[in-house]
């Protein structure tokens, strides 16, 4: 999927998206794709609109992944997106934000 800004993302997030996707492999080949698509279209819908989701705080918004419980938690930063937690909705609220 083609980008028209720069997405960044945290090393911590790779490793959360990586492990989200394969605790979903280890049960289903066909719902760890289905996450990674969801992902990426909400990775697609931050790019051309990050003002539209909602501010967590001064600096951070989320995006929900559509039918999975995680938040994309991330910083729009003049043309760049860094994505700062792949963070599930049901587990330790707030825990990325020590991160830079």
């Known amino acids: ?3 028209t800004m720069s997405v960044e993302f945290h090393p911590a997030a790779t490793e ?3 492990a989200s996707a ?3 492999a280890e049960r289903s080949r066909i719902a760890a794709q289905d996450f990674l698509v969801a992902f990426d279209l909400s990775i697609a819908s931050i790019v051309s609109d990050p003002t539209r989701f909602a501010a967590i705080d001064d600096r951070h918004r989320g995006c ?3 039918r999975f419980p995680f ?4 910083r729009h930063e003049n043309d760049r997106i860094v994505v700062i937690a792949v ?3 049901k587990r330790r609220p707030g825990y990325w934000r020590g991160r830079d």
């Open 64 to 66: 929900s992944i559509k």
């Open 16 to 18: 959360e998206l990586n």
């Open 71 to 74: 938040q994309i938690i991330f």
């Open 22 to 24: 394969d605790w979903y």
């Open 1 to 3: 999927m083609a980008w």
């Open 87 to 89: 963070a599930h909705t």
